[in-house]
């Protein structure tokens, strides 16, 4: 006698396909494609806050997940609640599938924050910047221009500083949009005498020919003004955002004596994201362990991340180097790009759609 199938019901085929999409997804999202949404405007104009973006997994090799008891497709809470979304009961060590290639200088990365101490590394928030110097290279910046190697580093084609723009007038926000300057990016002066704008070399030529403008001034940190907020120490070494190193980037395998400059340089780094237990610097002098350390070689690769915004962009000039076991994925395409300062349908900038990032 032949047994005759039971049919499932309508809410159990639901359930069954919903259960397959979730695994589906984050199969993909784990090992594929992940989506990013632009916050900040750290990359303008390169990128724009609304841009929607696919970040490739692929690229540099997909990472293990060192947090694997997860709820899936979430990050560090759960959707609309501030309950955590994972448990820490599993930690996995460090390990990355084969990719396509490594990270390259200029390309732009999604990694994870370095200096969110409060979560797990894959779980910490997702930043994205350009990676401008990658291990080995000895980076320098001078009047605001990155010097790899000696030489000049390429700039990005839409690349912004901040200007003090000049103006007895009140300039209206129909005004900076037609110089491709949106509302987010000028700041009236207190005292009615201009704006401070981001904007890139091309909007502030045009800018210069217009009627309404009286003078135009790019804002730079004078040479040797050591800010306190720079890493790894702006006052010790007379370094600002403008004006910075040179100083080489740590990589796997790379030994350094720990004399007293080097233990100003790369301490932070060796205590915070080398694996160790007990990093102390006491008197000038390293101890990992409770043991002197006189010469140390580095574990693992690290890279120097900076917004194409220059003067709006917390990166590592601020907070050190990013190291391989934080980096995400490549930013690879546009997918969708919304304009908060318009509305229906011109809040969508068609010009973006599917556009490759570089």
């Known amino acids: 006698m032949t047994e005759v199938k039971k049919k499932k019901s309508a809410t159990r085929e639901w359930a069954d396909a919903l259960v397959f999409a979730v695994i589906a997804a984050s199969l993909i999202r784990w090992l594929l494609l992940e989506p990013f949404t632009i916050p900040t405007a750290s990359m303008e104009k390169s990128l724009l806050v609304g841009d929607f973006l696919f970040v490739s997994k692929m690229h540099y090799g997909t990472r293990i997940p060192r947090t694997p008891l997860q709820v899936p497709l979430?990050?560090?809470?759960?959707?609309?609640?501030?309950?955590?979304?994972?448990?820490?009961?599993?930690?996995?060590?460090?390990?990355?599938?084969?990719?396509?290639?490594?990270?390259?200088?200029?390309?732009v990365v999604v990694f994870?924050?370095?200096?969110?101490?409060?979560?797990?590394?894959?779980?910490?928030?997702?930043y994205?910047?350009?990676?401008?110097?990658?291990?080995?290279?000895?980076?320098?910046?001078?009047?605001?221009?990155?010097?790899?190697?000696?030489?000049?580093?390429?700039?990005?084609?839409k690349m912004q500083f901040?200007?003090?723009?000049?103006?007895?007038?009140?300039?209206?926000?129909?005004f900076f949009d037609?110089?491709?300057i949106n509302q987010d990016s000028y700041m009236p002066f207190s005292n009615g005498s201009g704006y401070m704008v981001m904007a890139t070399a091309e909007s502030i030529e045009r800018l210069k020919s217009s009627p309404a403008v009286g003078s135009i001034t790019m804002r730079q940190d004078r040479e040797e003004y050591g800010d306190p907020r720079i890493f790894p120490d702006g006052v010790y070494f007379g370094w600002n955002k403008d004006n910075w190193g040179p100083l080489e980037i740590p990589g796997e395998g790379w030994t350094?004596?720990?004399?007293?400059?080097?233990i100003a340089k790369y301490s932070y780094t060796i205590e915070k994201f080398e694996g160790h237990g007990d990093v102390k610097i006491q008197d000038n002098e390293l101890y990992i362990d409770g043991q002197k350390v006189t010469s140390y070689t580095f574990k693992q690769n690290y890279y120097f991340m900076m917004g194409d915004n220059r003067h709006d962009s917390l990166d590592s000039r601020y907070w050190g180097f990013v190291p391989e076991d934080h980096i995400v994925g490549k930013a690879w395409f546009l997918w969708l790009s919304l304009d908060k300062h318009k509305s229906m349908f011109n809040k969508i900038r068609w010009s973006r759609f599917l556009n490759g990032i570089d």
């Open 74 to 107: 979430t990050h560090q809470k759960i959707w609309g609640t501030e309950a955590k979304s994972y448990v820490d009961w599993i930690k996995l060590p460090y390990y990355r599938l084969p990719g396509f290639s490594d990270v390259k200088r200029n390309d």
């Open 112 to 126: 994870n924050y370095p200096s969110e101490f409060e979560y797990p590394v894959d779980l910490k928030t997702n």
């Open 128 to 157: 994205i910047k350009r990676a401008v110097a990658v291990p080995g290279d000895i980076l320098e910046i001078r009047k605001t221009q990155i010097y790899v190697n000696g030489e000049p580093s390429s700039n990005p084609e």
């Open 162 to 174: 901040s200007y003090d723009v000049m103006s007895d007038r009140n300039l209206t926000p129909e």
């Open 178 to 180: 037609e110089y491709g």
């Open 256 to 262: 350094i004596e720990m004399t007293k400059e080097n």
